[in-house]
Structures are given as structure tokens and as C-alpha cells.
């Protein structure tokens, strides 16, 4: 009788440790992300997105595996790179840039993919809108072309007498400089400036494209959000500023030794990237999640370069700077 009663007792402890095993299975599901980005590693913002899902709640706290891939300013690199990511079968996959998110969704068509740092996810086809997005792509926008006329705005600011601009684009990345030329150009009108283009295809061309700038007395430069260029934000000011041109780009820009940077806050947008990647993990389809706008702009200003090019930053500007660099 104490052997039945022990095998009895053994066999109940059993049905109910089944179900318990399989929940404790399920809440060690380990989530894999892919991160697929055109620039060079940058170990602060891949920390920021890693605390931000950390951050975020039951999955958040989860095991999570991010596996990351950096073409480091190649974008030839990147169709390999996220078919590799594909390969592992990550959950979600993550995508920088327009050319990275390019290659992650022509790599596959059921992985969702979250962009961000994409100038104009509509114009470049990525979506067919910004409410719903549709297929398997959603992110976050920083809207390019609206901030490139804002900084082309703070240039002509800062310099009244300004009336040839530089803009430096890479022809390799024409999908976003498009829509930015054309934005840009509605801008000069009202502004009364003229805007020249000038083409950099690898660090190399940098010297050249000054150069040709100081034979057409170009008078300031406006340089694009684009990986070629953030790479090599000290190369372009330092250029910039021994021509003695006052020049604006992206955020990052200013703080490498630009005059003026105005930009999205990308730490903080690979916070928000964490936050949507988070509720996609929970189940929700990315076509039905909205693109968001970046709502962080944030104003820099190098006051060390501009007294450098005895440039005098108004105080009208001043007054608005985020964050000033003496």
C-alpha cells in the first residue's frame, strides 16, 4: 500500500509540474533582434536601445538577444549584411537609415522591421503613409526635409548678407537627398538664397568639393543627414572652417565643429525604436503601428568655430540654442 500511494502521489505531482514547466518555458523565451545599421558602430546608442527594452515592462525584462550589423559607411555592404541578419531568424529586426531599412525589407517580407533615422519614410516608398504604414515596416521619421530648411533658416540667420549655399549630398543616397533638394529649394525663394549642389562619393572627394566651392565664392555650406557625411562630421568642419564658411548640418555636426547643428535627438530615438519594438514583440502588426515624427529637435552651436571664421551668432539664435560649445 505505501509503494501505490507513493507512486499515486508521484504521478499527481507530475500533472501538476507539467503545466508549470511548460509556463516557466514560455517566460524563458529568449527574443532575437536584429539591428542592421549603414554607419559605424556606436556602442551608446546600441547601449540605449538595449536599456530601453530593459526598461520597458514583461519583455523588457526578458531575455533578449541583439545580434547587430554596421556596414560602416558601405552601403554595398548592407544587402549581405541583413540577409545574414535574416538567416537568425530574429524576431524583430531593427533598421538605421534609409539604405539599411531598404535592404532589410527587400531581404525578406515577413520579419517586422523598425527604422529609424529615415528622412521621409512616404516619399522614399518605404510606406504608403504615415497613419498606417501597411506590410511590415513602421519607425520613426525625422523628417529631413522640414529640417533641412530650418537649418538652411538658422544659416541665413546667422549670416543676412548670405546669398550662395553649398549643399554637399552623396549621389549614392539620392532617395533621401531628393526630397530634401526640393524642400530646400522652396525655402530659398522666401530667403532669397541660391543653393548649389556638390557631390561627395567617399572621404577622399572631400578636399576636391571644397576646393571647387572656393572657385564658385560659395559663402556657406549645408551639409545632409547622410552616413558618408556623419562618419566624417571633423573632416567636413574642419574643411568648412579653414575656408572660413559658415556652415550647418545635422545635430552631431556642430558638436564634430560645425557652426550650427539642428537636429532630431537620435539617443533619444533609439529609446522610442526600444518602445516600438517592444509592443511589436507583444504582438502588434507593425502596418497598423504609425510612423512617428521625431518630437526632440535640439539646437547646437559652436561658438568656439564661429568666433574661429569671425562669424558673430546673433543673439536672437542664442537665446534658442540647446546646448552652446565655447
Request: aromatic share 6%; charged share 25%.
Amino acid at each position: 500500500m505505501n509503494n501505490r500511494r507513493k507512486l499515486i502521489v508521484a504521478l499527481g505531482a507530475s500533472a501538476f509540474a507539467a503545466p508549470f514547466g511548460t509556463l516557466a518555458q514560455q517566460q524563458r523565451k529568449v527574443w532575437r533582434i536584429g539591428l542592421l545599421s549603414s554607419e559605424t558602430l556606436d556602442p551608446l546608442r546600441l547601449d540605449t536601445f538595449r536599456a530601453g527594452l530593459r526598461d520597458l515592462g514583461d519583455i523588457g525584462r526578458e531575455n533578449v538577444v541583439i545580434e547587430s550589423r554596421w556596414a560602416e559607411g558601405k552601403y554595398d555592404r548592407l544587402p549581405d549584411l541583413a540577409a545574414e541578419l535574416v538567416r537568425l531568424n530574429p524576431d524583430v529586426l531593427v533598421a538605421v537609415g534609409i539604405k539599411a531599412t531598404v535592404a532589410a525589407r527587400d531581404s525578406n517580407a515577413t520579419v517586422p522591421i523598425v527604422f529609424l533615422g529615415v528622412s521621409d519614410p512616404v516619399a522614399t516608398g518605404l510606406v504608403s503613409n504615415l497613419a498606417r504604414p501597411g506590410g511590415n515596416v513602421t519607425g520613426l521619421s525625422f523628417m529631413g526635409p522640414e529640417l533641412m530648411a530650418k537649418q538652411l533658416e538658422l544659416l541665413k540667420e546667422a549670416v543676412p548678407h548670405l546669398t550662395q549655399v553649398a549643399v554637399l549630398q552623396n549621389p549614392a543616397n539620392l532617395s533621401s537627398a531628393e526630397p530634401n533638394r526640393r524642400t530646400m529649394e522652396i525655402a530659398t525663394k522666401s530667403l532669397k538664397l541660391s543653393l548649389q549642389p556638390f557631390e561627395v562619393r567617399s572621404r577622399n572627394e572631400f578636399d576636391s568639393a571644397f576646393a571647387a566651392m572656393v572657385k564658385r565664392r560659395i559663402t556657406a555650406v549645408i551639409v545632409q543627414t547622410d552616413t558618408l557625411f556623419i562618419s566624417n562630421a571633423k573632416v567636413v568642419a574642419d574643411l568648412a572652417a579653414k575656408q572660413r564658411l559658415p556652415s550647418a548640418g545635422f545635430r552631431e555636426y556642430a558638436e564634430a565643429g560645425g557652426v550650427i547643428g539642428y537636429g532630431a535627438n537620435l539617443i533619444e530615438m533609439f529609446r522610442r525604436a526600444a518602445e516600438l519594438t517592444n509592443k511589436i514583440l507583444k504582438g502588434a502588426k507593425p502596418g497598423d503601428i504609425p510612423v512617428e515624427r521625431a518630437m526632440k529637435f535640439d539646437l547646437v552651436l559652436n561658438m568656439k568655430t564661429a568666433k574661429a571664421i569671425a562669424l558673430t551668432i546673433p543673439q536672437t539664435i542664442l537665446a534658442r540654442a540647446d546646448r552652446v560649445i565655447e
